[in-house]
């Protein structure tokens, strides 16, 4: 009877874990859903941008050539974040929901989002900061100099004011990794380490310990005729009635 109270509190405060880490993993797919869909959207205007017909009254080759590959750069940019963030909302909540190996599989899918965040985060912020010069370049290849000179001084103040408030937001807001919280238990680290019970039920009707490389579990076995027996630790052992 105690056993089985002592179960019931570890498998409760266990489930309260898998609860909290679930948030989290909701966390990172809601930010990787918003900013997959904003590099979407940028990498639309970029594509606009390569198929825009230069004009052929005024040509310069050098400004064309970083025109382009600025284009190409952040749509490049935008299109790996799209990417990234489109696979990592897909296959991490299903290795947290499926895994066989548990709450081991849930902390994996967890820390794997939380260690690209700050890839995909860079280069969807780079994409826009490139994509602001590319804009800028455009009005000097398709318009005088002095309407470009014009243009150039807002684009200029507004792309300057970007970067400053993204160091600035990041500095106020970011927090250090010794300081983040997270929802992983180290003292139930031990009882993580379990399998599906599913697999441990035996087909022939013997003893068998299933649960893999990820975890273990021990079934019950009954041979005809005989008292039941439980495998424990790799020894067989009568139960007693």
């Not at 105690?2 to 989290?24: A, C, D, W, Y």
């Not at 040509?59 to 990417?83: D, K, P, R, S």
């Not at 895994?99 to 860079?122: I, M």
């Not at 983040?180 to 013997?206: C, M, Q, T, W």
Request: proline residues 3%; contains cysteine.
């Amino acid at each position: 009877m105690l056993q089985l109270k002592k179960n019931k509190i570890v498998t409760h405060v266990s489930e309260g874990q898998v609860e909290i880490r679930q948030m989290e993993v909701d966390w990172y797919c809601g930010n990787y859903q918003t900013i997959s869909g904003q590099a979407a959207m940028l990498a639309g205007f970029a594509f606009n941008f390569i198929t825009a017909p230069m004009p052929k009254d005024q040509e310069n080759t050098l400004l064309e050539f970083i025109y382009f590959y600025c284009v190409c750069a952040a749509m490049g940019a935008e299109l790996g974040v799209i990417v990234i963030s489109s696979y990592l909302s897909v296959w991490a909540p299903s290795l947290a929901l499926r895994g066989k190996r548990g709450a081991t599989d849930l902390h994996k899918a967890c820390d794997t989002l939380r260690d690209y965040q700050a890839l995909v985060f860079t280069c969807f912020m780079c994409g826009w900061v490139i994509y602001f010069i590319a804009s800028v370049l455009q009005v000097w290849i398709f318009y005088r100099k002095s309407i470009a000179t014009f243009v150039s001084i807002p684009f200029s103040i507004f792309t300057l004011a970007i970067i400053w408030y993204l160091f600035d937001l990041r500095w106020k807001l970011s927090l250090p990794e010794d300081q983040v919280v997270s929802g992983k238990i180290a003292h139930f680290r031990r009882y993580e380490n379990i399998g599906d019970i599913a697999d441990g039920l035996p087909a022939s009707g013997s003893a068998s310990r299933a649960g893999g490389a990820g975890g273990d579990y021990f079934a019950v076995g009954q041979d005809e005729g005989d008292e039941p027996k439980i495998l424990v630790s790799g020894r067989t052992t009568q139960r007693s009635s």
